[in-house]
């Protein structure tokens, strides 16, 4: 069987896909990276981040019981 052709910024995506997926913070997954900033991990990335406003309202709303 051949497999198809995967680019290295492929690879790159789905790791930081599967990251985040598994609750990776996001300063951890920009260290991985190599990139100076989580800014810029979050820029890139961010789009994949999501159920976080719910997750802090949770939060709070545990707290405030």
């Known amino acids: 069987m051949k497999l198809p052709a995967v680019t290295?910024?492929?690879?790159?995506?789905?790791h930081v896909s599967v990251l985040i997926n598994a609750g990776v913070d996001i300063l951890t997954i920009s260290r991985r990276l190599g990139h100076s900033k989580a800014?810029?991990?979050?820029?890139?990335?961010?789009?994949?981040i999501g159920g976080t406003d719910e997750a802090a309202a949770n939060a709070i709303a545990g707290v405030l019981k």
């Open 39 to 48: 800014a810029i991990t979050l820029d890139v990335y961010g789009h994949l």
């Open 8 to 14: 290295f910024h492929a690879l790159q995506h789905t």
